[in-house]
């Protein structure tokens, strides 16, 4: 009982970092319309940015936390307003070309800057360092701190979107373009805005990796794309909610794989994504776009 009881811990916990992606991945094809292969690359941006921060803030390790997604936000500004803004209403294909192109770019930029080797963060988490009994077994006390993050964040994007005035304009600019400039709306601000802030989100993914993952590698962003890909295809394509609950489930079936099926981890999850997309082609909750 303690073993599965740790596995489901440990599988939310990885779930709430593939969540922080999937959400800005999920955000912005939900308004711009656009699936940013490139979104992972963000993530190991801010794993980097934040792990330079750490080593230059050090022992202010949450400074570093707090900073280091704000300085990846600059790179989403530029890629969205000088690259992305010409594949807006192109094909998918497209779309996908142009953003494994900046997944080629930001590799290689993470080569040049941090060296292609693999980088160890330094320890040092304050209140959050060390781990507390669970059923008999101890448990790091900032995977539980990643899993109470995970939810908040779901929590803030719904009043957000739903219970500000900024949320309707942003589902108004998503439902019809056109009618939404129509009434005023400066749309291109508008999607510019989204993308930086789809940009943080994946980036304070990152950030929260730092001291989880262990070990920083170029290329780390690609794993976590798939994950994150396969997250918003099974909750339905622009569903935040189908994200959240498909981050979920993938995560704890990860973990599960991983303990008990370790030669065939990710087969499970590809199985769970057939299943559900043979029932429900669209996802969990995705609907059809116009």
Sequence with gaps: MQSIVHVVLAGLSNGMFIWLVAS?????FGVLGVLNFAHGSFYMLGAYVSFSLVRALSPHFYLAMLFGPLVVCLAGWAVERWFLRAVYRLELP???????AFVLIF???VK?????GALHPPPGLGPLEGSVEILGRKFPIYSLFV????PLVALALWALLERTWIGRIVRAAASDREMAAALGVRVPALFTGVFIFGTW???VGGALAVPYVGVLTPGMGESIIIEAFIVA????LGSLKGAFLGALVIGVLNAFGTRFFPAFDMALIF???????????RGLFGVARS
Aim: aromatic share 8%; net charge neutral.
């Design 271 to 281: 199985l769970l994504m057939a299943a559900v997309l043979l029932v429900r082609p």
């Design 201 to 203: 989100l994946g980036a």
């Design 147 to 150: 899993i109470a993050v995970g």
């Design 94 to 100: 497209y779309q996908l070309l142009l953003t494994f």
């Design 233 to 236: 295809v099974l909750g339905g």
């Design 24 to 28: 800005g991945l999920t955000l912005i």
């Design 112 to 116: 040049i800057v941090w060296g292609a």
């Design 107 to 109: 590799d290689n930029l």
